[in-house]
């Protein structure tokens, strides 16, 4: 047996937006790789242990039925909901085993395509129901958006949304819970025309810090909730207005140089070019997880220094997304270290395995391949899987004041 359940399984997350467009929960996939050596006791435990009541709700989904059916037998984990597959719920045995488990207190979640949600007269049992949508459901879903009542039934949480006015309806008319995942492609080509503004809301948060006299420490992490922000702060410190002999490359060493009273002022001036889109929201923020992730794959007791430029790395990895511009005409405007442009441009140097690893665990089609992929960066599994963890665990409180662990 393994000498942990988390070298046995590959672990992934999918955000879930709620109507404000934030963080309501997290879908943490577990794909086994070693069945024969796992055991949900241990799974739902370690879990449990690093999952704090401040953190998002953690949806459960475990790809291997009898894992799963050990887990409905287990104690329940606080603020943790287990994904169960409609099929179970045709079986007169897994219904017991289901009631039984709800009763002992876990919350369950129906993962079903819209036809059978739509068959219920009233759901099995007392569940919530993820619902997936296919592209021919998203059409007549868009198609009969005006319908009163409409087709969804409140309450769901959506899955396969690619369309940012289909987000919308979903959110804002139907009353679905949530949305697991986010039309990122089609919010950014409405945008597609000219670089995205800074956040208003970042701004805001960041002007407010200041005046409450805040720490260096929470006002960066406050900043780089915004990548553009983080991106233009560089530009100005080391631009010819500040004249300064050394370039500037640390987002922390850039706000010691501009000083909180010169950061206020040059934020009041990027106000009112801002953008306040709250379909911006979970775009900026699925880039902040990613980074945040890479960061917490570096080995614990890693230098401030080399934390923060692994942060910055990933960040700026997606800034074309954002700016309309090549990654290397962005990039050779900053006096990146070769480290940072090694990771961005060329795939390679010691920051692409962070890189890699976290985008793997981040995008749902590629999950399969994360054993592999730690297996050519010389990344164990378990090392992988704590990091997301980890990262996941303080995701809601990442702008609080105090120091969060492991950052």
């Known amino acids: 047996m393994s000498h942990t359940v988390l070298d046995s399984i590959a672990l992934g997350y999918q955000p879930v937006w709620n109507r404000e467009r934030q963080l309501a929960a997290v879908r943490l996939r577990v794909l086994t790789t070693q069945p024969d050596a796992l055991d949900a006791a241990h799974l739902l435990k370690l879990l449990g242990s690093d999952w704090p009541a401040a953190a998002p709700v953690l949806m459960l989904s475990v790809d291997h039925l009898p894992l799963l059916r050990q887990a ?16 179970l719920f045709h079986d007169p045995g897994a219904l017991t085993q289901m009631s039984q488990a709800m009763r002992r207190g876990h919350v369950l979640l129906r993962h079903a395509p819209l ?24 059409l007549e879903l868009m198609a009969r958006r005006q319908d009163v009542p409409g087709p969804l039934q409140p309450g769901l949480l959506l899955q396969g949304v690619c369309d940012r006015q289909l987000a919308a309806h979903c959110l804002d008319d139907a009353g679905a819970w949530g949305l697991l995942g986010w039309p990122d492609d089609d919010v950014l080509h409405a945008h597609r025309h000219q670089p995205l503004a800074s956040d208003a809301g970042v701004i805001r948060q960041i002007l407010q810090a200041i005046d409450d006299e805040t720490s260096l420490e929470h006002l960066e992490r406050l900043v780089r909730q915004d990548p553009v922000l983080v991106y233009r702060l560089l530009l100005l ?3 010819a207005a500040y004249g300064l002999r050394r370039e ?24 009112p070019g801002s953008q306040s889109e709250p ?15 890479a960061q917490h794959l570096l080995e614990s007791g890693s230098e401030d220094n080399l934390r923060a430029e692994v942060y910055t790395t990933a960040l700026f990895a997606q800034l074309d997304r954002f700016m309309s511009q090549p990654l290397a ?3 050779k405007r900053l006096p990146m270290s070769a480290r940072v442009l090694d990771a961005i441009l060329r795939q390679d140097g010691p920051y692409h395995p962070l890189l890699d690893v976290a985008r793997v665990q981040g995008e749902p089609e590629a999950l399969h391949r994360l054993p592999a992929v730690c297996a050519d960066h010389g990344i164990s599994l378990e090392h992988a899987n704590r990091a997301l963890i980890r990262m996941l665990a303080t995701s809601r409180d990442y702008t609080g004041k105090r120091s969060m662990r492991g950052l």
């Open 248 to 271: 500037i490359d640390s987002l922390r060493h850039a706000l010691m140089m501009i000083g909180f009273t010169a950061l206020a002022r040059w934020l009041h001036e990027q106000l």
């Open 237 to 239: 410190v080391n631009s």
């Open 72 to 87: 409905l037998d287990c104690p329940p984990v606080h603020n943790t909901w287990l994904e169960v597959p409609e099929a």
């Open 329 to 331: 005409d962005l990039l």
């Open 115 to 138: 036809a059978a949600v739509r068959r219920d007269v009233g759901a099995p049992l007392d569940v919530r129901s993820l619902v997936q949508l296919s592209p021919g459901d998203a």
């Open 279 to 293: 379909d911006l929201h979970p775009v900026r923020y699925a880039m902040v997880m990613r980074s945040r992730l």
